[in-house]
């Protein structure tokens, strides 16, 4: 059996994993007490952070919703997680029957608890590749049995550009995937940035160190950082914008201050 | 849904709007407010009719609690805002006009139930997810296990299966682990092997700079170095590897391993090292050769300042003689036994013995004090050949001509030492062998010029570099010129004009005499022609007649007879026209082989003269026997008539000879005749014809032909 390109050399649950820490953020108990240590250790800078996971959670929904709207019915959700409530296939079915959703992501347990959630589906499947090699996930059998790239695509990088490092070249990822993808497809994405928390920047930057000290440093970029990596795609109304301002369903101004920690926009392929 | 707002449903309605508001602050929910309220109000209704109904349903109410759960409330904090809004709401927006005490109860006692469904239901999903995650690590776990499995068996198959030798030791040289291929490397077993430590494999053959680039490496200043090693065997043998050696780092790039890679070198290493011994000495004696020679030579002319050499090169006299008459397997072992006594002769340090080849072999000194050292050592060489060497039953002498060469490094190349002792051992052999010779600068240019000269004589010829003056031939009765001496002369381009004797021995040595022979006769027959056109007929004497020497080589060589005849076709000339001078030690001992062409010459009419008549021993008796017309008597004889008045044995000699030649019908010429009494006596003593700087140098063609016009005019 060859080894699979992905396959960490040895899986060390005793290492924090960001994926498990985002569940616990969101109320869920797939996590081990590493992670919820960590979790625990960056709220003590950053009480508000599930409140971030949360507003991503509620921008992306909005944004399946859009892109259902738009007619899109293939997703591929890049840095998919553990799969929780509210997810993406949940919310583009409901949207659009019969939508077909390809989730990635390059943590091994995220992936195996995803397959065991996901068994069964004909219509949903995970890879585990990472956004690093665009070519592993764009040659993957999964997204070829799923995803037709002649027509258009929702692709989705929710919380996942600010945990790549510019050394590994986010922008020429992102690139890559905007090559594979038919014109009209979508570009939704999140990330993080200091621009919005409601905290001074040296004790955001203390939960940032959390994610550097569990070796997942944390990217934070500026509006213009991010806005580069819908270079090649028109952006759609109202643009690149904090999370809660993106067609919101309910007054932002009702919204927790924390939830406005980060940007978020979509954008098409001309 | 519409509602009054003071009806039941509006009132339900309200109930619901501020328990969603203080719940949504501590749910995680992606929902928005309204739809969060939505998920709510079923469960506001359920209250409201648990509330009212007859009896209590705790089941119902904890069904309440669970779903709380599954809207994704897993804060216990939702429960505490719960609690606290059914406490203080439900009565009051949905008990109606019941009871207040009853109502307060039975609410009191839903909470409690939805409270234990709440509890229940979060336990229940915390170790459903907590069992799934679980679950997904080991199964995570088991499919990279697997993969490392079988990568690992990749891998270890490819360490063990790998030709090249293996082996990975710690940094502190403690060897962790080897594969098949090494073991067999080293003979040893892997038990013997492991444990053993890197350093303890240090070899006296060990390159310099090996250990500091295992101490660099083992320091992780270094990332790999690669040498040529050798390893003892158990067996005593030694084993030759190509060895690599790289540093191994961990994740965090600490140095934590050395992996050595080795290639088995030994044979080739062993084949390199005979090839190159063949390649650099004699197959028979064993002896080094002329290419190791010449490289240990090389070094010491290259060696620095107060450094000399001194070099003997033998040739053993009459080798030749030995493998003839004994064949060449005696005259291989004679060469053997010479070279094994050779070898003892040289035996102390800077001091070698080659073969160059044949019977031909160099012995080589070198260091300070060589102008010493080379003497003894020539010494004991000649010492050495002194004793008899015995083959086959039989004692052979054996003697050698040694030529030595001694001198500063630096000064000269080893092409120019080699030449110089070859030149100094041929004149130890021409000097009658069984001798040394010391090297001498001008003996060195004067063999260097000949063999300059001769290797420049084929082309010489091609180039027509060669020209010939006449030296006229007159008769002693009427001074008038009968004819004249073809002499050959080489315009050489750096050394001017040449004379015969310059040429004409390193001509023959080469069998280049013959072409050349052949040139000077066809010119000098063209140029007979050509006078005879001028002044045919005008002389009552005959047709000038042109004389032409031919060396030894040229006499035995098959084609003369042939070669004269065409040339004479050619040319239109008649044989009596010419006059061919052999020399007397030519024909000393002649037998009728050699005579027969002269024969045939002398009966076409070509006239044969014999040159330097009275030099050597012939036999008087011989000359009836001779195809010859002609005597030139020696300018010996004619020396003693230069002064007045003549040696009078001279006189009589010549008396004598000429007598003889008269009575058997010889002509009798005389050379080097110079003065005009000279001239006298001899017509008197009854000479023919006379020749000589009295009359005139050899000189241009034309020279003779206005010196013909004189005498005929005069």
């Known amino acids: 059996m060859e080894r699979p390109a992905w396959a960490p050399r040895s899986i060390d649950i005793s290492v924090p994993s960001v994926s498990r820490i985002y569940d616990y953020y969101l109320g869920g108990s797939h996590n081990f007490e590493v992670d919820r240590e960590a979790a625990r250790k960056a709220m003590e800078f950053m009480p508000g952070l599930p409140k971030i996971m949360q507003a991503n959670r509620a921008f992306m929904r909005r944004a399946v919703r859009f892109a259902a709207g738009e007619g899109i019915t293939q997703f591929l959700d890049v840095g998919s997680g553990i799969p929780t409530f509210g997810n993406v296939h949940e919310v583009a079915r409901a949207a659009v029957p019969g939508a077909r959703v390809v989730y990635v992501d390059h943590d091994p347990v995220a992936v195996a608890h995803s397959q065991a959630v996901l068994a069964g589906d004909d219509d949903v499947d995970v890879v585990a590749a990472d956004l690093r090699k665009p070519q592993d996930i764009l040659s993957s059998p999964p997204l070829h049995r799923l995803i037709d790239l002649n027509r258009p695509v929702a692709l989705l990088l929710v919380a996942i550009l600010h945990f790549v490092e510019d050394a590994d070249d986010p922008y020429g990822a992102v690139a890559e995937l905007r090559e594979a993808l038919a014109p009209g497809s979508l570009l939704i994405l999140t990330h993080a940035s200091y621009e919005g928390i409601p905290l001074p920047a040296e004790r955001a930057r203390g939960a940032v160190d959390v994610y550097k000290d569990i070796r997942n440093p944390l990217i934070m970029r500026t509006r213009d950082e991010i806005a580069r990596f819908f270079e090649g795609y028109d952006m759609v109304e109202p643009g690149l914008v904090l999370m809660p301002r993106w067609r919101p369903d309910s007054a932002p101004e009702d919204e927790d201050p924390y939830a406005f920690s980060g940007f978020a926009g979509v954008g098409r392929t001309a | 849904m519409s509602a009054e707002p003071d009806g039941p449903e509006g009132r339900l309605r309200r109930l619901t709007t501020i328990w969603s508001r203080a719940l949504f602050p501590v749910t995680s929910t992606s929902l928005t407010r309204t739809e969060f309220e939505e998920q709510l109000l079923p469960l506001a209704r359920r209250l409201s009719e648990l509330l009212r109904a007859r009896s209590f349903d705790a089941d119902a109410a904890k069904a309440v609690g669970a779903a709380l759960v599954g809207a994704h409330c897993t804060d216990p904090e939702a429960l505490a805002r719960t609690l606290d809004c059914v406490d203080a709401y439900l009565v009051l927006y949905c008990g109606e006009d019941g009871p207040q005490d009853e109502l307060r109860i039975r609410s009191s006692r839903l909470q409690h139930a939805m409270a234990a469904g709440y509890a229940q239901a979060l ?39 790998a030709a090249i030798g293996i082996g990975i030791a710690d940094l502190d040289g403690n060897v962790l682990q080897v594969n098949k291929a090494l073991l067999r490397m080293f003979g040893l077993s892997e038990q013997t092997l492991r444990g053993r430590r890197v350093q303890d494999w240090v070899h006296p053959e060990d390159a310099p700079q090996m250990w500091r680039l295992y101490d660099e490496l083992v320091r992780g200043d270094r990332e790999h170095y690669h040498v040529e090693k050798a390893f003892n065997r158990p067996d005593g043998t030694v084993l030759w590897t190509n060895l690599t050696v790289s540093l191994l780092r961990d994740a965090d790039g ?107 072999f160099v012995a080589l000194t070198t260091g300070p004090g060589t102008e010493r050292k080379v003497d003894e050592l020539a010494e004991r060489i000649m010492n050495a050949l002194v004793t008899p060497i015995s083959i086959d039953g039989r004692d052979l002498m054996v003697r050698g001509s040694l030529g030595i060469v001694e001198g500063p490094a630096g000064e000269r190349t080893a092409a120019e030492v080699l030449r110089s002792a070859d030149i100094t051992m041929y004149r130890a052999k021409s000097a009658g062998g069984n001798r040394s010779e010391l090297a001498d600068p001008e003996a060195d240019a004067r063999a260097i010029t000949r063999h300059g000269l001769t290797t420049a004589l084929p082309t010489a010829l091609e180039r027509g570099e060669f020209f010939i003056e006449y030296q006229p031939l007159v008769h002693l009765g009427d001074g008038s010129v009968r004819g004249a001496e073809a002499l050959v002369r080489w315009l050489h381009p750096q050394h001017g004009v040449l004379g015969p004797d310059r040429f004409i021995p390193l001509a023959e040595h080469t069998g280049l005499i013959v072409p050349l022979g052949r040139w000077v006769l066809e010119e000098s027959i063209r140029q007979a022609r050509a006078w005879r056109e001028l002044h045919g007929g005008q002389k009552a004497a005959g047709p000038l007649r042109i004389n032409v020497n031919l060396s030894p080589c040229q006499l035995s060589h098959p084609g003369l007879v042939q070669d004269t005849v065409d040339i004479l076709e050619r040319t239109g000339v008649t044989p009596d026209a010419l006059c061919l001078e052999v020399t007397e030690s030519a024909l000393i001992g002649a037998d009728d082989d050699l005579l027969k062409p002269l024969r045939r010459l002398a009966e076409m009419g070509v006239d044969i003269a014999l040159d330097d008549f009275g030099t050597g021993y012939s036999n008087l008796a011989n000359l009836r026997r001779l195809p010859v017309s002609i005597l030139k008597l020696d300018r010996s004889f004619t020396q003693g008539m230069q002064q007045f008045p003549a040696d009078p044995v001279d006189l009589k000699i010549v008396e004598g000879i000429v007598s003889l030649a008269h009575s058997l019908d010889l002509a009798v010429t005389v050379e080097g005749v110079e003065t005009g009494a000279q001239a006298e006596q001899l017509r008197i003593l009854g000479c023919d014809t006379a020749q000589g700087w009295y009359y005139a140098r050899p000189g241009p063609p034309e020279r003779l032909h206005d010196l013909a016009l004189v005498d005929a005019t005069g």
């Open chain 2, 123 to 161: 336990r229940e999903r915390t170790l459903a997810e907590q069992e799934a995650i679980a679950q997904a690590a080991l199964r995570a776990q088991g499919v990279v296990a697997q993969a490392l499995h079988a990568s690992e068996a990749r891998f270890r198959a490819v360490f063990e299966g």
């Open chain 2, 254 to 360: 600490d140095p934590q391993y050395q992996l050595a890679l080795m290639e088995d070198t030994t044979e080739r290493r062993l084949l390199n090292l005979r090839l190159r011994y063949e390649a650099t000495h004699d197959a028979l004696t064993g002896l080094p050769n002329r290419s190791l020679f010449f490289e240990r030579l090389e070094k010491a002319l290259g060696a620095g300042e107060g450094q000399r050499f001194g070099l003997c090169y033998l040739d053993l006299d009459g080798f030749k003689t030995v493998n003839d008459s004994l064949g060449h397997a005696a005259g291989d072992r004679l060469l053997v036994e010479v070279a094994d006594r050779l070898q003892s002769c040289a035996t102390a340090p800077g001091e070698m013995v080659a073969r160059l080849g044949g019977d031909e």
